[in-house]
């Protein structure tokens, strides 16, 4: 530890360079880029901020611990700062005065990364944080977080072991711990329900999978074990291994902040015999946040575990379609069966069977759509009535709106089934034989006789609209679809705009193959306009950022929306609002070019299968013109060192960039 941290990388007055916490982690980094740790102090920041955006790295105690991988990064390092005045790095109890930003290189060995956890699981101890505190020099900070004052702290805690002994079997727990980055939260999560297990008098075992790597449990203490612990924002691993015994499922943060009350749920839910049956494991939503975690976050994941899983039948299914159109003409799916008529040297009947093979693809997209948002509310169990349900909502012609209701009404189903006390002996039957025969009984009901009709009702007007639009409608509805494409740049919302086109696809419609072109070219855009502009103004732009420049020319032209992403990370509050007027003029202009597309992926190189080709490409042109016209008049107002200072000073220029 004493390698990664000296007395030229810790600042004791940090208040007084830095008041958010985007401005502590660049002062603690530029010291970092001083020492040679850090090559790229933009794209490094960018690393940090795509971490913090995943979960705030604030903890109570007044402790802020920024960090992330980064392959702008030398070796491990750490930076250690203290602010009187207090920095928000959204910790329930208030502003951190301890700032600790840690740097792990992109390919970090497993020895580093363990000692970097070490000093997370000294974070938890109050004698180490008040020594920080209150050390008065940089040198005295930097040789106590090294490592030659920890054993001090530690020593008082030698006899708190001693209270298990009043109990002659303890209560015994397993927990695994794990976060995105698995650097720190982890083993800080560890270390806290280590201490509040000693303070209660509970044996316990964890599990901590880190980036270090981690050791499983030995399987008799599992199956010793009286209750389970998740602490965790990634998937545990091998999770099955810890099925039939009471569980509490959380996120990592809780694990750190509260220890102490998830003890005190485990041994309750034991104490009622409330046990997490083998295939009946806690939803991926319910098992990936906060306890408080809102209804509409939750719906827009299970929306989101739907759309994740239909999107490569669309893909595999559209473009097998459009080749098939492309090769065949438009008369290709009024050709009879391959399997009743098929010519080896004939091009027609070779479109015939891309086209029905796409057709047959295609019509998974509903049931899956379904199966899989079921699936994200109840895992496995709601596979069965979400697929039933979405083949329901494909017989009565619902479409893609019978599909959302199908699986939002089989998760819900299934949910409330696993609710239900039921008895021992029939536990083991339940995923298999029950929950399935119950669910799909109930679901399959509801789609037939009773909100079936309506929904279907719903779609076929939907459709209708959308082959009716012409003129300023079209427009408008192009504008909203850009915008929403290129707000989030891969988010929600451009997922929605993306599912709302792709579903369209199914109907087959005119309508809706424009809705399909609007949306695509939109989401092409952000990429094109960064590489443009890192082109024609390169000085405006790091190096990183003109590196991935490059990158972006092959991204934006295969539909990839992510493209533009570390970019907008760097600077977003000029990126995207220049993205979304870019996607807007682009949506606008090619409903009312009335360009059409039927496949639902593919950038340009699916450009001969587009309706009015050339006026497409002109509207995506136009588009990236615009969003980078307004990024580089952007970032040219920003007040910059004169364009002549020379190379080496690159980093340092940067950092004054607004």
């Not at 939260?185 to 270390?191: G, I, L, Q």
């Not at 693809?361 to 169990?381: H, K, N, Q």
């Amino acid at each position: 530890m004493s390698q990664m941290i000296t007395a030229e990388l810790v600042d004791l007055h940090l208040d007084l360079a830095a008041d958010s916490k985007e401005a502590a982690a660049r002062t603690l980094a530029e010291r970092m880029v001083s020492l040679g740790r850090v090559t790229d102090l933009d794209g490094f920041l960018a690393d940090v901020a795509a971490r913090e955006a995943q979960m705030p790295t604030g903890l109570d105690g007044g402790i802020g611990i920024p960090h992330c991988r980064s392959a702008h990064v030398t070796e491990p390092t750490l930076a250690f700062g203290r602010s009187a005045a207090g920095i928000d790095f959204g910790a329930p109890d208030g502003p951190a005065d301890l700032i600790f930003l840690i740097a792990a290189p992109a390919g970090a060995d497993d020895a580093h990364l363990s000692i970097l956890s070490s000093l997370a699981r000294q974070l938890m101890d109050d004698g180490f944080t008040a020594a920080l505190r209150a050390a008065a020099t940089a040198g005295e900070a930097a040789a106590l977080i090294g490592g030659e004052e920890a054993a001090e702290p530690q020593a008082e805690e030698a006899p708190e072991p001693e209270a298990q002994s009043h109990e002659t079997q303890p209560f015994r727990i397993v927990a695994v711990t794990s976060c995105p980055t698995g650097i720190a939260h982890t083993y800080m999560a560890a270390e806290s329900l280590e201490r509040a297990a000693r303070a209660e008098g509970v044996e316990i075992a964890v599990e901590t999978q880190g980036s270090s790597g981690f050791t499983r449990l030995d399987p008799a203490v599992i199956a010793a074990a009286d209750g389970v612990i998740f602490a965790h924002d990634v998937p545990v691993r091998d999770k099955e291994r810890f099925a039939g015994k009471p569980t509490v499922d959380v996120g990592v943060k809780a694990g750190v902040n509260r220890p102490g009350e998830l003890i005190a749920e485990v041994r309750d839910k034991a104490a009622r015999g409330e046990i997490t049956e083998p295939g009946a494991k806690p939803s991926p939503v319910e098992a990936a946040g906060e306890p408080g975690e809102g209804y509409g976050t939750k719906l827009r994941k299970w929306l989101m575990s739907g759309v994740s899983y239909m999107v490569p039948f669309v893909a595999a299914g559209g473009l097998l379609i459009a080749l098939g159109f492309a090769i065949g003409g438009y008369k290709v799916d009024k050709a009879p069966s391959v399997m009743d008529h098929f010519l080896w040297t004939d091009a027609t009947s070779w479109a015939a069977l891309l086209f029905q093979i796409g057709g047959l693809a295609f019509s998974f997209l509903v049931p899956v759509l379904a199966g899989y948002i079921a699936y994200g509310m109840a895992d496995r169990p709601g596979l069965v009535p979400g697929f039933v349900g979405g083949a329901i909502a494909v017989a009565i012609k619902a479409g893609f709106l019978g599909g959302l209701a199908a699986g939002l009404i089989a998760g819900a189903v299934v949910m409330a089934i696993q609710k239900v006390r039921i008895p021992a002996p029939l536990r083991g039957i339940m995923p298999v034989v029950v929950i399935p025969l119950i669910s799909s009984a109930v679901v399959g009901f509801l789609m037939f006789l009773v909100i079936g009709e309506p929904i279907a009702k719903l779609q076929s007007a939907l459709t209708s609209w959308l082959n009716g639009l012409s003129g300023a409608n079209a427009i408008v509805l192009g504008v909203i679809l850009g915008l929403m494409m290129c707000f989030d740049l891969g988010g929600p919302l451009n997922k929605v705009a993306y599912a709302f086109a792709v579903g369209g696809l199914a109907d087959g419609t005119d309508g809706s193959f424009k809705v399909m072109a609007a949306v695509m070219a939109a989401g092409m855009v952000p990429p094109l306009a960064m590489a443009l502009a890192t082109t024609v103004r390169g000085r405006l732009f790091t190096r990183t950022e003109r590196e991935n420049g490059k990158a972006a020319w092959v991204l934006g032209a295969s539909f990839i929306t992510e493209g533009a992403i570390p970019f907008a990370a760097a600077d977003p509050l000029r990126v995207i609002p220049s993205a979304m007027a870019g996607g807007a003029v682009t949506g606008a202009l090619s409903m009312a070019f009335g360009c059409t597309l039927r496949a639902p992926h593919g950038g340009i190189f699916v450009v001969p299968l587009i309706g009015n080709a050339f006026l497409y490409l002109l509207a995506v042109a136009a588009g990236t013109a615009v969003s980078a016209a307004l990024v580089i008049l952007l970032k040219g107002l920003r007040k910059r060192q004169p364009e002549h200072a020379a190379p080496a000073l690159d980093e340092e220029r940067v950092t004054v960039a607004a």
